[in-house]
């Protein structure tokens, strides 16, 4: 199944630098509607998720951006991308020079699409396929969420768990363009950047992402 995928990700999507984190390559794609019924069809599921994967969302650049310009924050930690879609911002923190990166996202091509995206880059990156968000956060050092408050049900799951985390003194990390379930009140904004998306997925192809660390 995974070759498979892999096979699909490599006919569905080109391999380029992601604009303005040009220093990452991943394999994306063009078009959501069209990728996203070939999902469809590949995997015989009419209620299959968006490819979120083929995409690099406008929180992940955020993330990816302030790493690579602030990499104190992960270099030498370990690093769990959670949410990670194509798994830029684990790529972004390992180039930043986090000692080990692992990944997690409930989408079975998202697992093949982050192992390619990172041989892309020359890296290695660790992936779980599994809804982590009802187990105890993981022993790392930061956890990067890079777009996970677009929907209420994630939202109302991912942000307890992260400030669980935050709690037992795992260093979060959260990249978010304005997405309206996040709880603006229980985060702290770090650094803002206009980032590049495309108007397949948003309003405008110009958003501007925040990246923001929980408030204590
Ligand atoms: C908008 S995408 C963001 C991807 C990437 N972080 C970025 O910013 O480019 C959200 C991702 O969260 C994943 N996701 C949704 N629910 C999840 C869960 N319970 N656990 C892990 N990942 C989940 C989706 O499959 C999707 O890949």
């Not at 699909?8 to 063009?30: K, N, Q, S, W, Y």
């Not at 924050?73 to 990166?101: K, Y």
Request: with cysteine; aromatic share 6%; net charge negative.
């Amino acid at each position: 199944m995974a070759g498979s995928h892999r096979a699909f990700i490599l006919r569905h999507t080109r391999l380029r630098p992601v604009p303005g984190v040009d220093e990452v390559r991943l394999h994306l794609a063009d078009e959501v509607l069209p990728l996203w019924h070939a999902v469809q069809l590949e995997t015989g599921d009419p209620d299959a998720p968006l490819p979120y994967w083929a995409f690099a969302w406008a929180g992940g650049l955020a993330i990816a951006r302030y790493l690579l310009e602030e990499p104190q924050t992960v270099a030498g930690l370990r690093v769990f991308d959670v949410g990670s879609g194509s798994g830029l911002c684990a790529i972004a923190a390992l180039r930043a020079g986090a000692s080990e990166a692992t990944s997690a996202d409930i989408d079975e091509i998202a697992v093949a699409a982050v192992q390619l995206n990172a041989r892309a880059n020359g890296r290695r990156v660790a992936v779980v396929r599994r809804d982590v968000l009802d187990e105890d956060p993981p022993d790392v050092d930061v956890i990067l969420a890079g777009d996970c408050w677009y929907e209420a049900g994630l939202a109302e799951r991912v942000q307890p768990w992260l400030r669980r985390a935050h709690d037992q003194g795992i260093q979060v990390v959260i990249g978010d363009p304005g997405r309206r379930y996040l709880p603006t009140d229980e985060v702290l904004e770090r650094a803002t950047y206009d980032v590049r998306t495309t108007t397949e997925l948003e309003d405008l192809a110009l958003k501007q992402g925040r990246v923001y660390v929980l408030r204590s």
